[in-house]
């Protein structure tokens, strides 16, 4: 079980729902292929981590029309009762190739391929680049912050301005895919299993008369979990108050944690706080920094040369605020025997049922990609596209979420570091193989 | 009812529990107010549509934690029995003053504010913070759409891009009451009840011998629904087959509605479709655009005088990608018998309770806004925030969207047009009372 909301075949557009009306008009029934995979045109990621299949794994074997969606259907007056009958018996029935979970993968290869009669195909578009579109985004984000911070924990802090809440369910689980320690989000702690983590606000300091009173009172409520934020009235100041708890802490058998820096220079204050600590004698008490912090802000504060041992990320990495949407499509590769090749302006769609083949080298770094048609055997390629359903149901049981942590952390290991760099990082070689060329 | 889906109170940081967890240990238990606002400091916005109140008193009316929620917070093995006892108990007690969704409002003041038994303030934080934010920023951002678009109707088709299944049910709500007309989302129809609207995509076009066959046999499905998609080969020669399709079903007593363009340079191609379908006689049919369509480029397309009747508006606003996030913050104002002030870099809050009051000129115009303190009373000032629960009840049923569309509508047309320039727009004047400046 991956415990997600099950969204209803309504989650959809109408035009989704106008199209099958149509091809069930003119009886067309015959199967297609669908292809959902990242255009490149406007691309601001070297690479990208694939999240989101347990969730489609789930709507698709469970997909059908309640009677509470029938009956709305019905009052929209715009389908015949036949579509209408036919909808109220529909399951999906089609396989679906994918790229698991974790892995790392780029733009213009194909993550999820859908084969199945084109009204079940057609319907689950909107569902599925909803999905995939918008975890694969986070955990890519996440994967770059984690790769920014160089060995030191990130944590999630971004439910309070991701947007809507299920965003926020899916950040903290698409970040913790891609190396994250914990979430702030109790509900991810309940659904998924992640590790929570969270102490106090400004506003359990300023509720007490003085800041130590503060620390004093949250570390006997919470003598083995305490961090203290220092930062409410003076960090210098705060980081003193801190260390003169701690030394009370201390003598009754309790170690303080860590201190957290929520504003200000991270830089200045991360060093000065760090001396305040070791003077103590308490360079093992950790300091933490929130506030703003993706990518770009943690590679800078740690080639400055922050004292900061784990980031608290929020609302940067929550929304991708850099680059908020990706242009992930789903379009029809085959259809009846042929293969069916879209131009438009900028906007070319690859022919046919796919595979994407890695290679790998010698000390195990990946070295390059080729897109084949599925059927192909590429020497020394391994291919990414797993079969996870067949005739509509999937053929192996979810993998654990520390499973797909675990696949990410192998497969961001053989990426070479040119390829994760946060600026100008170098683009990955992505090739198409000679009979998808001569597909074309 | 607004049917949305509970969070329930673990949709929260930890720390808001945690903090909890102290207050309960040293009996803190004192009433605070806690005020939520937009903080400036990185707007983008030279004004906000308030939007998510509505979802909001549903959750607080019905806040409490389930058995399940309960067994799961045993488990983390962080709190007293005592203090889950008491959680298991908890109900929202406290009193919100809030803005009404719909209503136009500025940066720095308050669009709700919290007063409660400091415990169930706290609570609710990353749930306000959450859901007020995120609608909001979306009906702001559809709000400077309709500006942009001068009249042309919008339709939301963002779905399939929203950061999420509740972030596209709640683009839909929030985009509807910044005066869209539809939505492509077949859900957001079903609970809200806004119109839905979508006919066809490429794929339709494709999985036909001939776009002409496509259009007709769509044509045959839905004699009084059609708009065709033009551009699938070539956007000129969609436009004439689109005619002639259009001239068989006058034959038969239907009507074209229109043709969609979505792609190319939508300037020229609009032109030329329109002299296509004019020199047809067709001067009814209307052309849809769609595709990258955001206040900025809408702007631009109808400064340049393309003839496009109605916009399709996706992605770039279902994630508001311009600016994916607000500077949503709730600060804790009031406590015990105090009022309460924090002073951080660049971050002040100001303390006590508040109000907002509106001046309005002879013309009916929104001259300038007042925050006071709550109790005061400012002759020609009309008070935006209205007492909407009192002792953890709910004080009013919910107004209708239409009537929430309606508001917007009105406060819209009562804004000066330069506080709404898409690009320098004037910054509104939002002053303080004597009485509010006294108390900092």
Redesign the interface.
Known sequence: MTHH?R??P??????????A???F??R?FDT?T?SLYIRDVYSTRSFFVAAGLEQVLDELAGFRFSDD?MN?LKT?G?FSADFLDFLEQLRFSGDVYAIPEGTVFFANEPVLEVTAP?IEA?LL??FL??TV??QTMIASKAARCIHAAAGRPLID?S??????????L?VARSTFIAGFTAT????A??IYGIP?????????V??FDSERDAFW??S???PD?SIFLI??YDTLEGAKNAVAVAKEMEKKGHTLIGVRLD??DTVSLSQGVRKILDDAGLSDVKIFASSGFDEFKIEKVVSEGARIDAFGVG??V????DA???D?VY??VH?KDRD?R?L??G?VTLAGEKQVFRKINSRGYFTEDIIGVRDELILDGEPLLEKVMENGNVLRPHPTLDEIRKRFELNFSRLDEKYKLIHDAAVYPVKRSRRLEKLQ
């Open positions: 909301h969204a209803g309504l989650f959809t557009d109408l035009y989704e729902l106008t199209m009306a149509g091809y008009a003119h067309v297609a669908f969606e709305y929209t715009r084109i057609q578009e909107t680049l909803n579109g918008f802090f439910l309070r301005r991701t947007q809507g809440q299920d965003a926020g899916n702030s989000n109790v509900l702690g309940k929570i983590s969270g102490t106090m606000a400004h506003s359990y300023g509720a009172a949250y006997e409520t919470f979990h930062d409410t504003s200000g609302t940067k929550g929304v991708s605020a908020p949407f990706v992930v379009k029809m259809f069916v879209k438009s302006l906007k």
